[in-house]
């Protein structure tokens, strides 16, 4: 809990923990595990992380699984927007 009040405070915190994603099927999974690996402060493509899990074809499925995400911040998912660098379909 202290993480997240020094994250809110608009310091870096890395978030290494181990997840129970138990709930998520197979395709989520890789999805929300790339998605973690992106740098604070960087942002990705919605295609470059269809790319990664090597599913080049599944860009839109990935931002599909992003709004599932139940995890916001620990599964950065602000950071992966459309192609042309807009946010997507990003709702939270």
């Known amino acids: ?14 978030f290494p923990d181990e997840l129970d994603l138990s709930g998520a099927t ?11 690996l992106i740098p604070y402060g960087e942002t990705r493509s919605y295609l470059w992380v269809a790319e990664q899990i090597k599913k ?10 992003l ?3 139940p995890l916001l911040i620990i599964v950065p998912c602000h ?12 709702g939270g």
């Open 26 to 36: 197979l395709f989520q999974k890789q999805v929300w595990q790339q998605t973690r």
């Open 56 to 65: 080049p074809k599944a860009a839109r499925a990935v931002g599909q699984a």
């Open 67 to 69: 709004g599932r995400n």
């Open 1 to 14: 809990m202290e993480r997240l009040k020094i994250y809110f405070t608009g310091y870096k915190v890395d």
């Open 79 to 90: 950071r992966v927007v459309a192609s042309d660098g807009g946010l997507g379909g990003f």
